[in-house]
């Protein structure tokens, strides 16, 4: 590499939610006794930590992110599908746009111009990491106690980070998860050290080499030949003053107006506003208590939110709803999911009766017909409710769905079984024009607002063998799948008898991703490196059609097998060492600088003397 040298869980627990409940109401009864003092009106402040906090911080247990607003800059269209749904869980709400009552940005990457905006002219907005979601979520589906203050410190960025922790990649022992500017200097003597100091305090990381890897090249005077390098190589060359003022603004300031060739006066113009920002009304007061005439009742449902929340997929869930429009920002492709999401979509807390969406004559079941066999009670009018309003009907036994006489030619005629049921429990009367689907396929109409030909694709017909007995022992992972489609995916995987697993780490035995266009770049590099193989979802897809499961190497994607072909195959055994292989392997450094730039196999040259700083 070229271098420049310088010289120097717990499980929820209903009855004990139950009891901390009643606490919970017994003290918002005591407080709502005693008259609270008005909150007073919060003053901007320049310094990093943006806005001034109030020292006591307390939230609605029931609702602790009502009144924040939450953006995202960065994040992948399926991280942010999960990030919307806990916010709105939570109380809060998530918005596509940079609005001007947006409180929090959770931030994917900094060179972006959300997070560039709010760099120079939002000091009330705090950039955060993602992981502040994940961790409040966790604390209020346990009931555990939620130290928000403490929390929304923790999880704030600091000035020099450039992004939060990706939470679909679980990074090893030892390493850090969130991603830092790497900082050198030239110049600057005795204040180094300071300097350097100043540097690791706030975030970032600090070399005395300039390599390729450096983000930014601190100068004294625009001169040298760490200078010429950082502009040759396309490092930031920036003034003391950038890296002065973007700890004190607690954000990365934009780079152009700290340029060393600039004269002094003009160092940083316009880089920040430091404008006073007042408080606006739909943001949240910090010591606002539990409001008096909601405060019980929004506990109890929270407290059915909360048990509903430990169920995975309840079917109730997906299926009794009147709309798909709580889904809407699953579907990255939908015009209305960039739309701005001005209030959480309540979840409902059980199944409740479905409201027409479209006329009967115009649904996307019309002229099609259904028999439902096998389910409950409960189930199979959930079901006849969800085709009834999108304009299906219900046949009253398997012959009339398959051959009754209709008014003019069917669009589809079904039989719909239950997802997880054998193939020996169905109907055993076979017709030509009957199509066999689970409520999958209803799943994906309602969701899509689309009619779909239920030949086109294995999910949403009945499994031909299952568990298979090859997934016992997998762990599979997803990328790039969003929506109700990410919501099969998994629970196909966990029919198979494989375990799903929403988050990947270096124990993943496969990676099916949707496109890997789609895919998020950190999540392919792990891949890469930890030698998990990536492969389509076609793979997944002739597992469940054949039963069996068929050769990984086969579905990987072709423009990546080759470059972890070799991690995949089996080491000769006149190669195998006796070391145990947890130890460290000498031949960590080279295999790592494989992946961010070629490997030079020839012998290495000497290098040049170091270039002074």
């Known amino acids: 590499m070229t271098s420049i040298r310088s010289r120097h869980r717990r499980p929820l627990d209903a009855v004990r939610l139950s009891t901390r409940l009643e606490n919970i109401i017994t003290t918002f009864n005591a407080q709502v006794a005693t008259p609270q003092q008005p909150p007073l009106a919060e003053e901007s402040n320049m310094a990093s930590s943006n806005a001034v906090d109030d020292e006591d911080v307390q939230i609605d247990p029931a609702e602790p992110l009502k009144g924040i607003i939450v953006c995202c800059t960065s994040i992948p269209a399926e991280h942010r599908t999960t990030i919307a749904g806990k916010v709105s869980e939570l109380g809060g709400v998530h918005k596509y746009d940079l609005t001007p009552d947006v409180t929090h940005l959770i931030v994917g990457d900094y060179d972006t111009p959300k997070y560039r905006h709010v760099a120079r002219e939002r000091p009330d907005i705090k950039a955060m990491d993602a992981a502040w979601i994940e961790a409040l979520s966790e604390l209020w589906k346990n009931d555990d106690e939620i130290d928000y203050r403490r929390l929304e410190s923790e999880y704030q960025l600091k000035p020099l980070e450039k992004r939060g922790v990706d939470p679909s990649v679980q990074p090893q022992e030892g390493e850090t998860g969130r991603d830092s500017l790497m900082i050198c200097l030239t110049g600057f003597g005795e204040q180094r050290d300071d300097i350097a100091l100043k540097i690791t305090s706030n975030g970032g990381r600090y070399t005395g080499d300039l390599t390729k890897k450096c983000s930014h090249l601190i100068v004294n005077k625009p001169e040298g030949r760490k200078y010429e390098a950082a502009r040759q190589w396309g490092i930031h060359p920036v003034t003391l003053s950038w890296l002065d003022q973007s700890i004190a603004r607690g954000m990365i300031l934009e780079e152009t107006k700290f340029d060393p060739i600039l004269p002094p006066e003009q160092q940083g113009k316009g880089a920040w506003v430091t404008r006073e920002l007042k408080r606006t009304a739909s943001k949240r007061s910090r010591s606002a208590v539990i409001a008096a ?11 059915s939110m909360k048990l509903s929340s430990q169920r995975n997929n309840l079917w109730g869930d997906i299926l009794g709803r009147s709309t798909s429009r709580e889904y ?97 429990t169905h109907p055993q009367e076979s017709y030509d024009d009957l199509h066999v689907v689970t409520e999958y396929y209803i799943e994906k109409c309602l969701h899509n607002k689309l009619y779909f030909d239920p030949t086109e694709h294995v999910l949403g017909r009945p499994f031909s063998f299952f568990p298979i007995p090859a997934f016992s022992n997998l762990v599979i992972c997803s990328a790039a799948f969003t929506g109700i489609e990410l919501s099969q995916v998994a629970r196909a995987v966990g029919q198979l008898g494989a375990k799903f697993d929403g988050d ?20 392919l590099r792990m891949a890469l490196r930890w030698g998990v193989p990536v492969v389509s979802g076609d793979w997944l897809w002739e597992c469940i059609s054949t039963g ?44 790592q600088r494989t992946h961010s730039e070629p490997f030079n196999s020839k012998p290495a040259i000497p290098k040049a003397p170091a270039f002074a700083g």
Request: hydrophobic share 30%; proline share 13%.
């Open 293 to 303: 005439d909601e405060g019980p009742r929004k506990l109890r449902k929270t407290a």
């Open 328 to 424: 809407s920002f699953a579907h990255e492709d939908n015009p209305e999911a960039n739309k701005p999401q001005d209030q959480p979509q309540p979840r409902p807390a059980e199944v409740q009766p479905l409201a027409p969406i479209v006329p009967e004559n115009q649904g996307i079941f019309a002229n099609c017909y259904f028999y439902i066999h096998g389910f409950t009670e409960q189930r199979t009018s959930v079901l006849q409710q969800t085709i009834v309003t999108l304009g299906g009907s219900i046949c009253a036994s398997v012959q009339e769905a398959a051959l009754g006489k209709t008014p003019r030619p069917p669009l589809g005629r079904f039989l719909i079984v239950p997802q997880n049921s054998q193939p020996d």
């Open 504 to 523: 990947f780490r270096k124990t993943t035995d496969v990676l099916v991703c949707s496109s890997l266009a789609a895919m998020r770049k950190e999540k």
């Open 548 to 591: 069996f499961k068929v050769p990984i190497d086969d579905f990987i994607f072709p423009e990546i097998k080759n470059r972890y072909e070799e991690t995949l195959k089996p080491k000769p055994k006149s190669i195998e060492k006796k070391a145990p292989e947890a130890q460290p392997r000498p031949l960590g450094k080279p295999i």
